[in-house]
């Protein structure tokens, strides 16, 4: 019965260090949005996507690992009937909003960079001059 239950306290590190690195990840999105400076922007945008794709496998790998090893315990039990909870619903509610999260995240980065790029234009009058 106890070799059983090592599956359920890893799901639950792998939901600890999600929200760990979850947060990490928003916090370096809000530090990117206060930034002025455009390299240390993308810095923090690009470290944030990192973190945050971290955070979205782990928190896959936790609601893959669960149902898996759960019903590998079904036939151990005396009871006819086994439901999961609300709480794997929201774990995939929050998988769900980090996959949203990094790709907006990656949307938002491309378009405040495409407002700094410098070009140059050359008209005709100077090219004659």
């Not at 923090?44 to 928190?59: F, G, K, T, W």
Request: aromatic residues 14%; glycine residues 6%; contains cysteine.
């Amino acid at each position: 019965m106890y070799v059983f239950l090592a599956y359920i306290k890893a799901t639950a590190a792998l939901c600890i260090i999600t929200l760990i690195t979850d947060f990490i990840a928003t916090t370096l999105t809000g530090l990117g949005l206060k930034s002025q400076n455009h390299n240390l922007k993308y810095k923090y945008y690009r470290i944030a996507v990192l973190v945050m794709l971290l955070s979205l496998i782990s928190v896959l790998s936790a609601l893959i690992i669960y149902p898996v090893c759960f019903a590998g315990e079904l036939n151990l039990a005396n009871r006819p009937v086994w439901e999961f909870g609300w709480a794997y619903g929201v774990g995939w509610g929050a998988a769900i909003f980090l996959f949203g999260a990094v790709v907006l995240l990656l949307c938002d980065k491309e378009s405040e960079e495409i407002y700094y790029k410098e070009r140059k234009i050359v008209h005709e009058n100077q090219m004659r001059a």
